[in-house]
């Protein structure tokens, strides 16, 4: 049986020695366009705050209790008032999956249930929630799922230690034209590799 392996580093996936893209590397062609006028070193100092933030929540949602930078500690405030607010049952946390068909991976910030429903969400802590970036996330993360989850949402952590929810509409148009870019690119750097 094939076995999924994500290398943090790299932020690389891989089955069997052989590399997947990522939702996130299938989804630069929007990435770009949304992002494409900010300054990298804003983007990059985003990024790691980020990926602190997510850490603490997952070791907070795993132990009840975590250490993190002074920078972070606000967002970690407002994810507990979620937590408090919610009470999610989570049984998927940062869970690294693959579409076996479609051949790309992924890591699912969080799936379970809240208000007896099924939520497949994803943990956000930009000023501003993208829409356009977000949604075809969120529904290549569902189609990663063995059933379409009832509510895709956006846990917003804001800075002031206080949060927002926002409900993304499933539609996988963008993910699915974003693929076949993304396939387009790889066909054509594999011919001219063989080329050389």
Request: glycine residues 6%; neutral net charge; proline residues 4%.
């Amino acid at each position: 049986m094939s076995r999924l392996i994500f290398y943090d580093e790299g932020h690389e996936y891989q089955v069997d020695g052989e590399r997947v893209p990522s939702v996130s590397e299938i989804l630069r062609f929007i990435f770009r366009e949304v992002y494409g006028d900010i300054n990298q070193y804003i983007l990059d100092n985003a990024a790691d705050r980020g990926t602190r933030i997510h850490k603490a929540c997952e070791l907070l949602d795993k132990y009840g209790k975590v250490e993190c930078d002074e920078d972070v500690v606000p967002y970690v405030k407002g994810y507990l008032r979620f937590l408090r607010d919610n009470k999610p049952q989570w049984t998927m946390i940062e869970c690294a999956m693959m579409h076996n068909e479609l051949r790309y991976a992924g890591t699912i910030d969080r799936f379970g249930m809240i208000d007896g429903r099924t939520v497949l969400a994803d943990i956000k802590s930009s000023n501003t929630i993208q829409t356009r970036l977000v949604t075809p996330q969120l529904a290549a993360y569902a189609m990663m799922l063995p059933e379409k989850p009832e509510r895709l949402l956006v846990i917003h952590l804001v800075k002031d230690g206080t949060y927002k929810l926002r409900d993304i509409p499933y539609d996988d148009s963008a993910f699915m034209a974003c693929l076949t870019l993304h396939r387009l690119f790889e066909k054509k750097g594999k011919r001219r590799k063989n080329e050389n």
